[in-house]
């Protein structure tokens, strides 16, 4: 199977500044890597999501990398607000089941204003 | 679009009882849908992989009598927590992969305390 390690477990930084937060995978056969924030005693959103055969995608203040050599993916915030607050899942998805997703430990990020 | 809702939110029951959560697509045909676990303060757990109109694939360790799973149509899936015990006090959240695509969207989750 597959095995997703995320970091850091807590992440607090100052509004306005840049957040990053690293993942990585075992199996070089994942191809695909969401990113999900969850809010308290709600369900993770997706946010950010990349395939295998991209290297970087953007999304406004969001933007994920993905560099499958090293099998590491992360998930960069800018300008960060205090709504940011929450904490973040990165996921890799692995084959050949193609339904099975495999989550990061989580990152609980802290805006402050 | 891509909206997936569960019901209830929350539910308090006694030991011994059994309590049934719905998960649907409101918006999107879902072939495939997930069940997850979650307890404070840390990561999702696949419970199954609920596929509509056959039987629910179970991960290693998760009771499928104890967790009782239907998919009867491409936007409803089920969970029966059945004969619930404190110990299977917890989140519940599912989520629905489009079909043909590669993202799961994820419900708000059920909140369940077994008395």
């Known amino acids: 199977g597959e095995n997703v390690e995320q970091h850091p477990s807590t992440l607090s930084v100052q509004e306005g500044d840049s957040a990053v937060i690293k993942c990585t995978y075992s199996?070089?056969?994942?191809?695909?890597f969401p990113w999900y924030k969850q809010e308290l005693g709600k369900g993770p959103q997706l946010i950010i999501d990349i395939r295998s055969n991209v290297g970087e995608k953007k999304d406004q203040r969001i933007a994920v990398t993905l560099n499958k050599t090293a099998k590491h993916f992360s998930l960069h915030i800018t300008e960060t607000q205090p709504e940011d607050s929450a904490v973040y899942f990165c996921?890799?998805?692995?084959?050949?089941?193609?339904?099975?997703?495999?989550f990061g430990s989580g990152t609980k990020l802290n805006v402050k204003p | 679009g891509a909206v997936v809702s569960q019901h209830p939110s929350w539910v308090i029951c006694k030991s011994g009882t059994s309590v049934k959560i719905e998960c649907r697509s409101l918006?999107?045909?879902?072939?495939?849908m997930f069940w997850y676990r979650q307890f404070p303060k840390q990561s999702l757990m696949l419970m199954a992989t609920s596929n509509e109109g056959s039987k629910a694939t179970y991960e290693q360790g998760v009771e499928k009598d104890k967790f009782l799973i239907n998919h009867a149509s491409l936007t409803l899936s089920t969970l029966t927590v059945t004969s619930a015990h404190p110990e299977d006090s917890s989140f519940y959240i599912c989520?629905?992969?489009?079909?043909?695509?590669?993202?799961?969207?994820f419900g708000p989750g059920t909140r369940l305390t077994v008395l």
């Open positions: 989520s629905a992969r489009r079909t043909s695509r590669n993202e799961q969207f």
């Open positions: 918006d999107f045909q879902a072939t495939t």
């Open positions: 996921a890799a998805r692995y084959p050949p089941n193609f339904n099975k997703f495999y």
């Open positions: 199996d070089s056969a994942s191809n695909y």
